[in-house]
C-alpha cells in the first residue's frame, strides 16, 4: 500500500527536449517571469494601460542595460527576441523611442548599425 502511494505521488518524466512548465522557469530561474505574466495577461484584456509607465521604464532600462553589456561581453551577436515575438511596427515604435530617449539621431545610429562585433 505504502508503494502505491509513493508512485501516485512521482512526477511524470519530462522527455528529451520537452520544454519545462511555466511554474518552474518562474520560481527558480526567472525573475521577469512575474511582470512578463502581467504584460501578456493586460495586453490580452486590451489595457495596456494596467502596466504602469514606471515599471515599464523601470524593467526596460534593465533590460536594455543588461542586454548591452552582454552583447559587448560575447564574439556574436544576442538575439534581442525570440523570431515573430514582436511585429516590425512593435520593433520600430520601441527603437524610435529608444532613439530619442538616448538624445540620437539616425547619423549616430548609422555608425553602431554596421559596428561589427
Not at 512575474?34 to 524593467?59: M, N, Q, T, W
Not at 511596427?89 to 548609422?110: G, K, P, W
Request: aromatic share 6%; hydrophobic share 50%; proline share 5%.
Amino acid at each position: 500500500m505504502a508503494k502505491q502511494a509513493t508512485a501516485k505521488r512521482r512526477r511524470p518524466i519530462a522527455k528529451p527536449g520537452a520544454a519545462k512548465p511555466k511554474r518552474e522557469s518562474a520560481a527558480k530561474g526567472d525573475p521577469g517571469a512575474a511582470f512578463c505574466s502581467a504584460v501578456e495577461a493586460a495586453l490580452k484584456r486590451g489595457e495596456p494601460a494596467a502596466i504602469s509607465d514606471a515599471s515599464l521604464r523601470r524593467v526596460l532600462t534593465a533590460a536594455v542595460r543588461a542586454y548591452a553589456a552582454k552583447a559587448e561581453g560575447t564574439a556574436g551577436e544576442i538575439a534581442p527576441f525570440e523570431k515573430n515575438a514582436v511585429t516590425a511596427t512593435e520593433t520600430v515604435v520601441a527603437a524610435c523611442a529608444m532613439i530619442r530617449a538616448a538624445d540620437l539621431n539616425l547619423f549616430d545610429v548609422a555608425m553602431w548599425f554596421r559596428r561589427s562585433l
